[in-house]
């Protein structure tokens, strides 16, 4: 039961161009997103998060928005570079379950590759 | 900057055996987590722990898992009796607020042969 999914596995950008992660949702109690970067043999590093009360998010050159009513998220990274080079994964939890410290659930990631 | 420790990075042991993962959090971080990724699929939660007790806990959290802090400073993952699907990375995490951002560790990669 896929809840989080990011459909593609790989995608590759030119740098200096713009790379746009995309990540579709089937559960509407979520209300709190996250993408979160995975280098290999390095945990996951929390990039950018968006709650569902907003459309947008922005920190640099990293932008998230979300669309609540396609259930759809995307982030973008404005201008690419070398060493965004790694696997984004698109997370969400829910506020509303029990309040307490609820998982996340993340997708299966995307692997970014930025072509010099 | 302050980070996440685990110990071991690897580790090896026979099906059947116990295993401990062991994870320093952040240190003024009050929410601790354990994730595992088997390899080649997507990151799963497993528990979250807040003030001394289990805060919410997936279906993979079995009985054969359990957590504790025995001290102010250690987060530990014991798996009782491994099985061969118990081989994945496991991820220790921290947060100083719920829904804040996780800081994860490296991981610690499990084997079970």
């Known amino acids: 039961d896929q809840q989080v999914k990011q459909n593609s596995p790989s995608l590759s950008v030119q740098e200096g161009r713009i790379s746009i992660l995309n990540c579709d949702y089937t559960n509407s109690m979520f209300d709190y997103f996250l993408w979160y970067k995975k280098y290999p043999a390095e945990g996951p590093t929390f990039l950018i998060s968006?709650?569902?009360?907003?459309d947008k998010n922005e920190d640099g050159r990293f932008t998230v928005f979300l669309n609540k009513s396609a259930k759809h998220l995307s982030l973008h990274i404005v201008p690419s570079q070398p060493g965004d080079s790694a696997v984004y994964f698109c997370?969400?939890?829910?506020?509303?379950?029990?309040?307490?410290?609820?998982?996340?659930?993340f997708g299966k990631g995307t692997h970014l590759i930025i072509q010099p | 900057e302050p980070e996440v420790t685990q110990t071991p990075s690897h580790q090896v042991t026979q099906m059947g055996q116990e295993v401990i993962l062991r994870c320093v959090p952040i240190s003024n971080h009050l929410y601790f987590y354990w994730y595992r990724q088997i390899l080649g699929q997507k990151v799963e939660f497993l528990v979250s722990?807040?003030?001394?007790?289990?805060?919410?806990k997936s279906e993979i959290f079995d009985d054969q898992f359990s957590v504790e802090r025995p001290d102010g400073s250690n987060f530990t993952l014991k798996i009782r009796s491994t099985k061969l699907e118990d081989s994945a990375m496991y991820f220790c995490?921290?947060?100083?607020?719920?829904?804040?951002?996780?800081?994860f560790g490296e991981g610690s990669r499990l084997t079970v042969l």
């Open positions: 722990f807040y003030n001394n007790e289990i805060s919410e």
């Open positions: 995490a921290s947060s100083e607020v719920v829904t804040g951002e996780l800081f």
């Open positions: 997370a969400a939890s829910s506020t509303f379950s029990g309040g307490g410290a609820d998982g996340l659930t």
């Open positions: 968006i709650s569902s009360i907003k």
